[in-house]
């Protein structure tokens, strides 16, 4: 392949480790006793439970349904009964516990009717529905939900489809067994997308450490009945990141704080296609995946998992050793520590990395910041870290979101490098949570502002309708009295009368309001109360108005955005 | 612990270590060329730095080993000891590496934290206070009939009974020296070149001092310990602005390659505008930062009170730092052609 090829500013190439896991054929994980399967596992919102406890459900069972345009169905990846709708330690940053549905399997693995779609005959927007029900969502990390990336819209053109087999964090393999093993059901995913998005280029992006998967999605390119271009890039982190892949094989950027597909191009991820190709062609949802066990663990290699095992059964399968120090969910540069191993292997587990303290030793002491912009150098969205890391220390977060804080793709680089050892990206973190917590709170601020001038307004306005009253009596009294004096009584009243109506209807509409007004304040008053160990249904509900309620903030807030801008 | 959970092997003692290796070509060519008594000088600045940072760092509640492991105090010692006279006295070492780390370094806040480069504000304090001491530069070895040993040496500076005659036999002005005073006779530069002191294109023991250091500059820059930015464009300050002097007049103006070969210029390049604490940080700040200092380093040789203008030239820059940052952010990833930080 001649393609000229560019160049991504920054990265690092930490050490690969990816032969101990690669060599090992994929092994199908064994049914675990117990699935417990998130309802959110997807970016967007989570999907609606559609199954009580005691619900026997089946293999490929549809047990939560997306909700909203953002969102993907999940389904039971084992026959058996639904114990548990409750909140369940996941792997998410958060460690917080999140909604999930546990069964009990009954071992029988049955599945329930399934079969293959036509895609070629539905119509497009269809197909998407069909493949967010079928719980499609990236597997490469982020997990949006694929239904969404594959609708080119009505302006928007995806003439470039680029298929990322980057995978370019240290010990992952499963995307590069996956494209070993299965190139021919990846491509015709690819087959799929294309046929969605009316893309006329499609590539594929592999680092160049992994030479038999090259070779095996050439073989399957050469099959189709398409062109598909596999194009081998250099292995440096964060290659494999989509913004990275795009500019390497494009020479393209993504204009900062737009997506890809307004300048023409999709990503999606190799073991995506995979699962689209699963899902057309054999109507199988989104049940399982390759999952990498590696690290600290006697037997590293890739596993065929279904979706809410949980973790310690495939850590037992690759052999537990001792001196496990910890665990990380996806990778040594971007992965998260897992709060435990009870926790289930979700959609984006692409990784289960077992650490020790000789693979892993903690981190020497951090040092203060000497400037000395190695940091700079290796950061691929070409941002200056050390500045950033100043503002951010010093709780200057508007000068660190001038200075770009939300380009930051957390890659890690920086804090690779860094000589100081300082934890860079965590400096980062904080400083975006920081900005959203008080983003939120201005906005609650900026509610509560406006609801007591509205009072003010309406208090005002009764005062004033009331003394308009009051003076439309006493004038109406007086011309009375007049019109007694004078003996011209139905010629002087009927103008008074008129004007005071009209007054008096107005006064009723206020009282309704006001009261309409105290019962809405009356309800959001009491709303923050009663939030505690509420049903997954109320919780649910509770959700919905949420989300509601964000969407009218948020729509009521933009016109004021170009206004609060420097 | 959040991610990433693995890092480089670099740290900063590794970075210290390295720039103190890399001046070691510069240090045996110093020896060779004038005699061992910059050995002393260097013992003394040394000890002295490390007792001063360790006072400081007891003293502002800091722990002392992750600090004196560091390094960065003895690059400190090391870069002030090699501007000094090399026979200058022993309490102007003491006072201006004290200088140096107490005030310049930890009242500033310690390592990272220093707006100006340490040795510098060390070097500067001492050529105002004491301009005298400062000129008691030892004379390369090629034109001393009975160089100094290193007990010799170490008298001189400890302010033993040395002879009058010995000192003066030993002692020689610096080719810089020559140059401001001759010139402030009316002579002209190709009269003044004729001196003994001078060599090729600088001193006579100068310019091999100036090419060790040079050498040492560029193993750091292979090693991208430094990056090529601030010394190219100090060097290119210093050969621009002699050139444009020189071409214009060069009876009054000494010779490009001449300002180019001077130790200081050599160590200022590689050594102290590359220092990352109190340099610019973005990629054209370098550029600017680099330049500047090199343009103002002649500035102040021609028409300055002193005879080098080095140390003043990055202190001098050094206050720019802020200002060169902020307006030469670099476009990022994605970003609009040319995004500038908004002023503060």
Redesign the interface.
Known sequence: MSRELFKFKGGVHPPEHKAESNARPVRAAPLPKKLVIPLRQHIGSPAKPLVSVGDRVLKGQMIGEADGTISAAVHASSSGIVTAVDLQPVPHVSGLPDLCISIETDGRDEWMEHGPLDYRALAPADLRIRLRDLGLAGLGGAVFPSAVKLDPGATQHCPTLIINGGECEPWITCDDVLMRSRADEILQGVAIMRHLLGSTEILVGIEDNKPEAVAAMQAAAARMDFAVEIVVVPARYPGGGAKQMIQVLTGREVPSGKLSTDIGIQVFNVGTAYALARAVHHGEPLISRLVTVTGHVLRPQNFEVLIGTPMHVLIALAGERDGTTGVLMGGPMMGMPMPNLDVPVVKATNCILVQSAELFPPLPKALPCIRCTRCADACPAELQPQELFRFAKAGDFGRAQEYHLFDCIECGCCSYVCPSHIPLVDFYRYAKSEIWTREKDKRAADLARERHEFRQFRQEREKKEKAEKLAAKAQAARAQAALDQTQRAELAAAPAAGAAAPSEADAKKALIAAALARAQAKKAGAAPKNTDHLSPGTQREIEEIEARRAKIRELARQPLEPDEKP | ????????R???T??MAWVLAALLPGIAVYVWAFGPGILVTLALATVTALAAEAAMLKARGYPAK??LT?L?AIVTAWLLALSLPSLAPWWLIVTGTLFAIVVAKHLYG????NIFNPAMVGYAVLIVSFPVQMTQWAGPLELTATPLTLAQSASVIFGGEVPKATLDAVTMATPLDSLRTGLLQQHTVDEIMTQPIFGHYGGIGFEWLAAAFLLGGLLLWALRII?WQVPLAFLAGIWLTAGFLHFFDPGRFGAPWFHLFAPSVMLGAFFIATD??S?A??PRGKLIFGFGAGFLTIVIRTWGGYPDGVAFAILLMNLCVPLI?QYT????????KN?K??P?
């Open positions: 612990m959040p991610s990433p959970f693995i890092i480089d670099s740290s900063v590794q970075v992750p600090f560091d960065s310690g390592l990272g934290q990056g990352p604490v340099g940080t973005t940052d952010q670099p476009r990022i990833y994605g970003g609009a995004t930080a908004p503060a």
